[in-house]
C-alpha cells in the first residue's frame, strides 16, 4: 500500500518517517551499505510510492570540520523520483524541523524511536509539516501534548 508521506533525513544514515492513515512509522537506511547507494534509495522511494515528500536540505556551514557530502548526492536522488513520479516534494529546515518536536514531545506521543536517532529527525520533519498543514492533526496533537506534559 502506498504511503501518504514520507520525509528523510538525508545523510550516511539516512533517516525516514512514514505516514499512512494513522498509522506512522521511522527508521534509518544506510544505503552506502549496498553496491549501488542512490539506486538503493530510489528503490526504496519506488516501492512507498509516496504521495508528497518532505526532506532536509543541506546547509553548508563553514564552521564544518570533515563535512560529509552523501547528504547531498541522496537529495539528488529524492529530486529524481520526485520529478519522474510527479510527486511533490518539501523541503524543510533544521530549525523549523527541530524547534517544536523535542525528545520529550515526540516520547509524549509516542513517536518516538530510540534506536533510530535519524529516524526521529525525520519524525520532526514530518510532524512539522502535518502540524502546519493539517488543522485536525495539530488540534489532535496540541490535546494530547496537553495531557502528557
Known sequence: MPVEIVALDP???TG???KTGD?????HIRPDMFAHPHEALYDLLCNLQPKIVI???FHFRSNM???VFTGIEYIGVIELYCQLKYVEVI?????YGQAFWDDRKLKAIGRHNK?????N???RLLLSYLMKNDNDFRNKILQILKENL
Do not use: C
Open 121 to 123: 529527525d525525520a519524525m
Open 65 to 67: 570540520d570533515g563535512a
Open 55 to 57: 526532506y532536509e536540505p
Open 91 to 95: 523541503t524543510i529546515t533544521p530549525a
Open 16 to 18: 525516514l518517517a512514514t
Open 11 to 13: 545523510g550516511t544514515t
Open 115 to 119: 534506536n533510530h536517532v535519524h529516524g
Open 23 to 27: 498509522d506512522y512509522k521511522s527508521f
